[in-house]
């Protein structure tokens, strides 16, 4: 089982659409979490760290199920702007030298006119 | 306000040639990372440092060496390039223990190197 997992889509959704990407990890223990935004051929960027309460930002909104090992990320009224891969990321256990990021391979959106 | 600066942007290599991929970060990060990223198969972590003088193996270091001489400063070397080699290599750097939770990972630009 990969560590992070995630449906790959695309995902084509028209502008002003609610749409959700979940992923999965494989690691109980892993305690930081984050969605990265990456376009194409650009450097991922961090989009939002995820909390355990669940967090919002404009319209990202970010939750976590521990019990299940996933987190899920929440787009409300989809712009053209938004088209790009996210990448869902997760640290595994600290090592005491370093808290090493595994990222997934993404997931494409296309928001369409 | 740079962040992470990688050099250079782009290269071609024929097979057997060696190269250096230079990385700086001015945000006096504690952590150095070298990534691969290849279709289908997100970031692989190739090099990573937790400090000036240190490095260590991540999953995928055949083929490459690396050195952090001073903190500001990753260089990830190619001693004999390899058509496998062929990627889009990213340098990250970040705050060290908790503060990743926080601030995660700060990404360079990327280096796009074909290997003839």
């Known amino acids: 089982r990969k560590e992070v997992e995630q449906d790959p889509g695309p995902f084509n959704v028209p502008e002003g659409a609610t749409v959700a990407f979940n992923c999965t990890y494989s690691n109980s223990a892993s305690q930081s979490f984050f969605w990265y935004r990456q376009d194409c051929r650009k450097e991922p960027k961090l989009l939002m760290s995820v909390y355990s309460s669940g967090n919002e930002d404009g319209r990202f909104t970010a939750q976590l199920n521990r019990a299940s090992q996933y987190i899920s990320l929440l787009i409300r009224d989809s712009k053209l702007s938004d088209s790009a891969t996210y990448l869902c990321?997760?640290?595994?256990?600290?090592?005491?030298?370093?808290?090493?990021?595994?990222f997934g391979t993404g997931t494409r959106l296309q928001v369409t006119l | 306000n740079a962040g992470v600066t990688q050099t250079p942007k782009f290269r071609v290599l024929k097979t057997g040639q060696s190269m250096t991929l230079l990385c700086a970060q001015d945000?006096?990060?504690?952590?150095m990372y070298w990534y691969r990223q290849d279709p289908g198969m997100g970031l692989r972590l190739i090099h990573y440092s937790v400090g000036e003088g240190t490095t260590a193996k991540g999953e995928v270091p055949d083929g490459y060496n690396v050195s952090r001489l001073k903190k500001q400063n990753f260089l990830l070397g190619l001693e004999s390039a390899a058509p496998s080699q062929t990627s889009v290599y990213f340098c990250?750097?970040?705050?060290?223990?908790?503060?990743?939770?926080?601030?995660?990972?700060?990404f360079g630009s990327g280096t796009r190197l074909t290997v003839v």
């Open positions: 990250a750097s970040s705050y060290s223990g908790h503060l990743i939770a926080n601030y995660g990972y700060t």
């Open positions: 990321v997760v640290n595994g256990i600290n090592t005491g030298t370093a808290s090493k990021l595994t």
């Open positions: 945000m006096n990060h504690e952590y």
